[in-house]
């Protein structure tokens, strides 16, 4: 079992920075592919960015590729996204989760955070 916690959101005027954490619980996070998901409203969740567990082979998705920064600190099971350059359309609540697959630019995760709001003000 891994329990995921988020934290860093909040408002931020467009062209801002924004980190988010994502703190884990359990021995076993150093074994998981982490990723970050988002959800802005009337939309589908998808995935913003991933890492392998060892924290290899970052992607992006394009939106957000040059902007935005994954990663992990496994000494401290603690998961980052340094967000740069924010626009109004990366407001979204942003999900940290764990999977155990990871390829290419699929994660499947197997552990969900709570999600923590992100809304950049233009």
């Known amino acids: 079992q891994v329990q995921l916690v988020e934290s860093g959101g909040g408002l931020v005027q467009a062209g801002g920075s924004l980190t988010l954490s994502c703190a884990a619980s359990?021995?076993?996070?150093?074994?998981?592919?982490m990723g970050w998901f988002r959800q802005a409203p009337a939309k589908e969740r998808e995935l913003v960015a991933a890492?392998?567990?060892?924290?290899?082979?970052?992607y992006y998705t394009d939106s957000v590729k040059g902007r935005f920064t994954i990663s992990r600190d496994n000494g401290k099971n603690t998961l980052y996204l340094r967000m740069n350059s924010l626009k109004p359309e990366d407001t979204a609540v942003y999900y940290c989760?764990?999977?155990?697959?990871?390829?290419?630019?699929?994660?499947?995760?197997?552990?969900w955070g709570k999600g923590t709001l992100v809304t950049v003000s233009s």
């Open positions: 359990g021995r076993t996070f150093s074994t998981y592919n």
């Open positions: 890492i392998s567990w060892i924290g290899l082979t970052p």
């Open positions: 989760a764990a999977g155990t697959y990871y390829y290419g630019t699929t994660l499947t995760p197997d552990y």
